[in-house]
């Protein structure tokens, strides 16, 4: 949604936040501000569009040495993404400022208070309401106002604000938004909405909870709860990060870059975990006993955009080997339905960011309604980690890029382990089963790995005659249906083109309408226990002169008899077929999208993590 940098300490301060708004800029990038103190004054820069026209208007070799500040990107969600509506924002008298990201849903309400006693606002952001407010109650003691001005809002914030009163102190303040402490024990204090804006600095950090609030100044800090007042001793976590993790290593873009990082991330997530010699899955973090995992009697699967497409796939492991029943929901239609939940529902939400608003708020409602809550999360010590009872880790690395792809595939690794453990749990499977899934889990890491190049080379001359076309409809059956949903998001989302995935078998009862010469149809068509009935619908399109690209087995001669564009993809373990299908989706999307001159790692309108709902 929007990214925020404070620092206070030793170092100069434009640097260290212009460095951590780079890292950061994925999160939104509608337009960008920083604000320093220097004299005694607030020094305030700000600007439309991507981080570097920010950095074009500030030259730090003139800027006399400040050592304070605070800077924010921003995802516009009050107000067109404009110069004036961009953060930071300040008070009347330009005393003050804040950067923020959520929303503050009672905005309008206190605007017209705050306006009929004399503020004068010069933004159309629900932002602006928080530094009037704050002044309003401001008189000596920063922190005091902020408390104030906060318990007057509704709604939700990642908050830092600096006062040129308190020209050591940076207030930081959050609730139901991300924000990370830095720690230094030389170089000062650091705030960031997300891990990597601090990893040049500091691995040592503090996540605030809900309404949490923190004094930061260059050599110590206090956090305290925003209800009662009192100190709060928070636990410091040691990020296994590096910064080098959150660079492009010499890749054009972030996206493919974690393309290509997937084996690798396949590897970290599964490994520790499986006993290669048993095929036995240890999953120490899930706190779940066999007495409770003997007690669930229904999972729901709750997630949002790609973790949503892998929740689909878990459906049908769990189903299959466990013999569980699940739901899957798209977690803002979950939290407002009713929800046939109790203390034998297992819920579990996937997310890579771990702060997703609508997945957040559906484990929060789910766990009120007495369900054992599991995440399947990226980042350590994200909200949902720190909510839910269990957490399984995706050991990806951070992920920059906006559109998911090692998250994606680490995510299936990882609901597949899960499904082996509450088989071997419920004695669903025999010992011979178990070794032949988790060895199909531990090989096909080697599989992609092995496939990418060659893969990435025949996509790059395929996507020639499709690149520029208007609609694309990716269209799959079984465990493969997930992977033409995400296929398509995939491909819209980078590129901007139409596209939709489909149900194979679902194709006549309506989408077949859209088949013409144009638009082109990507089927995934493995040698499965469908493959006959995928054949059939893919018959059906050529019928009606359907453009179809088919992703299908090794060797199958039957495809090239139905058309000249057919990638083919090695036989690997029928369940292990979504984790390989999903790579050429990706690298197409990937093609398509830099053949059309897009951005990829940040496509319009997009943001890394939606925090707000
Ligand atoms: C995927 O490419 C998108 N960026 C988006 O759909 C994403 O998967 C969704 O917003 C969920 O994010 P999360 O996994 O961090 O919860």
Request: charged residues 25%; proline residues 4%; negative net charge.
């Given at each position: 949604?929007?990214?925020?940098?404070?620092?206070?300490?030793?170092?100069?301060?434009?640097?260290?936040?212009?460095?951590?708004?780079?890292?950061?800029?994925?999160?939104?990038?509608?337009?960008?501000?920083?604000?320093?103190?220097?004299?005694?004054?607030?020094?305030?820069?700000?600007?439309?569009?991507?981080?570097?026209?920010?950095?074009?208007?500030?030259?730090?070799?003139?800027?006399?040495?400040?050592?304070?500040?605070?800077?924010?990107?921003?995802?516009?969600?009050?107000?067109?993404?404009?110069?004036?509506?961009?953060?930071?924002?300040?008070?009347?008298k330009n005393e003050l400022a804040v950067v923020h990201n959520g929303i503050i849903e009672n905005y309008h309400s206190l605007r017209l208070e705050l306006q009929a006693k004399g503020h004068c606002f010069t933004s159309e952001t629900d932002t602006e309401v928080l530094a009037h407010l704050i002044e309003e109650y401001l008189e000596d003691d920063l922190k005091a106002a902020v408390s104030q001005a906060l318990a007057r809002v509704e709604g939700s914030y990642a908050l830092g604000v600096l006062w040129k009163g308190m020209p050591d102190t940076l207030i930081a303040a959050r609730n139901q938004s991300p924000l990370v402490l830095g720690i230094h024990e030389t170089d000062g204090l650091f705030l960031a909405s997300d891990i990597p804006a601090l990893l040049p600095y500091t691995k040592e950090v503090i996540f605030l909870d809900d309404r949490e609030?923190?004094?930061?100044?260059?050599?110590?800090?206090?956090?305290?709860?925003?209800?009662?007042?009192?100190?709060?001793?928070?636990?410091?976590?040691?990020?296994?990060?590096?910064?080098?993790?959150?660079?492009?290593?010499?890749?054009?873009?972030?996206?493919?870059?974690?393309?290509?990082?997937q084996p690798q991330a396949i590897v970290n997530t599964v490994s520790g975990r499986i006993n290669p010699e048993t095929g036995v899955v240890n999953l120490p973090e899930l706190n779940l006993t066999a007495s409770d995992i003997a007690r669930i009697d229904k999972i729901f699967l709750v997630a949002c955009g790609t973790s949503w497409h892998?929740?689909?796939?878990?459906?049908?492991?769990?189903?299959?080997?466990?013999?569980?029943?699940?739901?899957?929901?798209?977690?803002?239609?979950?939290?407002?339905?009713?929800?046939?939940i109790n203390e034998r529902t297992l819920t579990i939400s996937i997310s890579q960011s771990g702060e997703t608003a609508d997945t957040l708020a559906g484990i929060r409602l789910a766990k009120e309604l007495g369900s054992r809550i599991v995440t399947i999360c990226n980042v350590v010590g994200s909200t949902m980690t720190r909510e839910a009872h269990g957490t399984i880790y995706t050991h990806c690395g951070p992920e920059i890029g906006v559109a998911s792809t090692k998250a994606f595939t680490s995510q299936l690794a990882a609901l597949f382990l899960f499904t082996l453990y509450l088989a071997e749990q419920r004695e669903t499977i025999d010992s011979e089963k178990q070794l032949e899934l988790s060895q199909a889990l531990i090989d096909i890491a080697r599989v992609v790995d092995e496939e990418l190049p060659r893969l990435q080379k025949e996509i790059n001359v395929l996507i020639e005659t499709f690149y520029d076309c208007l609609d694309f409809l990716f269209v799959g059956r079984g465990l493969n249906f997930p992977i033409a949903l995400e296929g398509a998001l995939k491909l819209k989302e980078i590129s901007y083109i139409h596209a939709e995935g489909y149900a194979s078998g679902e194709?006549?009862?309506?989408?077949?309408?859209?088949?013409?010469?144009?638009?082109?149809?990507?089927?995934?068509?493995?040698?499965?226990?469908?493959?006959?009935?995928?054949?059939?619908?893919?018959?059906?399109?050529?019928?009606r002169q359907g453009r179809l690209i088919l992703i299908g087995s090794e060797g199958d001669s039957h495809l090239r008899t139905i058309t000249d564009d057919v990638i083919e993809l090695p036989r690997v373990h029928e369940e292990m077929n979504p984790i390989l299908y999903t790579i050429p989706a990706q690298l197409l999307a990937y093609a398509i999208a830099t053949r059309r001159g897009c951005d990829v790692d940040q496509p319009r309108n997009l943001a890394k993590s939606v925090t707000v709902e």
């Amino acid at each position: 949604m929007c990214g925020i940098v404070g620092y206070v300490g030793t170092k100069r301060i434009v640097p260290v936040v212009l460095e951590g708004l780079r890292r950061l800029e994925y999160r939104g990038y509608d337009s960008a501000g920083i604000v320093y103190l220097q004299d005694g004054e607030l020094v305030k820069h700000r600007a439309q569009g991507k981080l570097a026209n920010l950095e074009a208007l500030i030259d730090d070799a003139i800027i006399a040495p400040s050592h304070i500040g605070l800077g924010h990107t921003r995802w516009a969600t009050h107000g067109p993404p404009t110069t004036e509506n961009a953060h930071p924002h300040s008070d009347c008298k330009n005393e003050l400022a804040v950067v923020h990201n959520g929303i503050i849903e009672n905005y309008h309400s206190l605007r017209l208070e705050l306006q009929a006693k004399g503020h004068c606002f010069t933004s159309e952001t629900d932002t602006e309401v928080l530094a009037h407010l704050i002044e309003e109650y401001l008189e000596d003691d920063l922190k005091a106002a902020v408390s104030q001005a906060l318990a007057r809002v509704e709604g939700s914030y990642a908050l830092g604000v600096l006062w040129k009163g308190m020209p050591d102190t940076l207030i930081a303040a959050r609730n139901q938004s991300p924000l990370v402490l830095g720690i230094h024990e030389t170089d000062g204090l650091f705030l960031a909405s997300d891990i990597p804006a601090l990893l040049p600095y500091t691995k040592e950090v503090i996540f605030l909870d809900d309404r949490e609030l923190a004094v930061l100044n260059k050599d110590s800090f206090q956090v305290y709860s925003q209800d009662s007042g009192e100190v709060l001793v928070k636990e410091q976590t040691t990020i296994d990060w590096n910064a080098a993790m959150a660079e492009k290593g010499g890749y054009r873009h972030f996206m493919l870059k974690e393309i290509f990082e997937q084996p690798q991330a396949i590897v970290n997530t599964v490994s520790g975990r499986i006993n290669p010699e048993t095929g036995v899955v240890n999953l120490p973090e899930l706190n779940l006993t066999a007495s409770d995992i003997a007690r669930i009697d229904k999972i729901f699967l709750v997630a949002c955009g790609t973790s949503w497409h892998a929740a689909l796939v878990a459906k049908y492991w769990i189903e299959r080997w466990a013999g569980i029943p699940v739901e899957v929901d798209i977690a803002s239609e979950f939290r407002y339905r009713r929800l046939l939940i109790n203390e034998r529902t297992l819920t579990i939400s996937i997310s890579q960011s771990g702060e997703t608003a609508d997945t957040l708020a559906g484990i929060r409602l789910a766990k009120e309604l007495g369900s054992r809550i599991v995440t399947i999360c990226n980042v350590v010590g994200s909200t949902m980690t720190r909510e839910a009872h269990g957490t399984i880790y995706t050991h990806c690395g951070p992920e920059i890029g906006v559109a998911s792809t090692k998250a994606f595939t680490s995510q299936l690794a990882a609901l597949f382990l899960f499904t082996l453990y509450l088989a071997e749990q419920r004695e669903t499977i025999d010992s011979e089963k178990q070794l032949e899934l988790s060895q199909a889990l531990i090989d096909i890491a080697r599989v992609v790995d092995e496939e990418l190049p060659r893969l990435q080379k025949e996509i790059n001359v395929l996507i020639e005659t499709f690149y520029d076309c208007l609609d694309f409809l990716f269209v799959g059956r079984g465990l493969n249906f997930p992977i033409a949903l995400e296929g398509a998001l995939k491909l819209k989302e980078i590129s901007y083109i139409h596209a939709e995935g489909y149900a194979s078998g679902e194709l006549k009862h309506g989408p077949i309408a859209l088949i013409d010469k144009e638009m082109p149809v990507l089927a995934l068509t493995p040698q499965d226990a469908v493959y006959q009935k995928s054949i059939s619908n893919v018959e059906e399109i050529k019928a009606r002169q359907g453009r179809l690209i088919l992703i299908g087995s090794e060797g199958d001669s039957h495809l090239r008899t139905i058309t000249d564009d057919v990638i083919e993809l090695p036989r690997v373990h029928e369940e292990m077929n979504p984790i390989l299908y999903t790579i050429p989706a990706q690298l197409l999307a990937y093609a398509i999208a830099t053949r059309r001159g897009c951005d990829v790692d940040q496509p319009r309108n997009l943001a890394k993590s939606v925090t707000v709902e």
